[in-house]
């Protein structure tokens, strides 16, 4: 089965970092394009940042520059490095894999980490 394990979420200053780490398992991680969304309250789900399986990354305006997500296909893991973190990055960070196949398409979610900026 498909599992996505979200950590490193927590509490920090703005200004600080913080580096989330989404561990993957029932899937082939090296062939999958990885994401990572966010929610916060009361706000629809954004996706943030993507990294396909060859290390080409794509990121929301309202993160590039700060955010940088990479993978460690030995370890069937992606992370998302967050710097500069301000107030409005404050949210619930999910993990994400779309799986495309000719006859169906899946996509498969994290239990998410909570990321509180705040002074």
């Known amino acids: 089965q498909v599992q996505l394990v979200e950590s490193g979420g927590g509490l920090v200053q703005p200004g600080g970092s913080l580096r989330l780490s989404c561990a993957a398992s029932?899937?082939?991680?090296?062939?999958?394009?990885m994401n990572w969304y966010r929610q916060a309250p009361g706000k629809v789900r954004e996706l943030v940042a993507s990294?396909?399986?060859?290390?080409?990354?794509n990121y929301a305006d309202s993160v590039k520059g700060r955010f940088t997500i990479s993978r460690d296909n030995a370890k069937n893991t992606v992370y998302l490095q967050m710097n500069s973190l301000k107030p409005e990055d404050t949210a619930v960070y999910y993990c994400?894999?779309?799986?495309?196949?000719?006859?169906?398409?899946?996509?498969?979610w994290g239990q998410g980490t909570q990321v509180t900026v705040s002074s």
């Open positions: 994400n894999v779309k799986i495309l196949g000719i006859f169906r398409n899946d996509d498969y």
């Open positions: 029932g899937i082939i991680f090296s062939i999958n394009t």
């Open positions: 990294i396909t399986s060859a290390g080409s990354t």
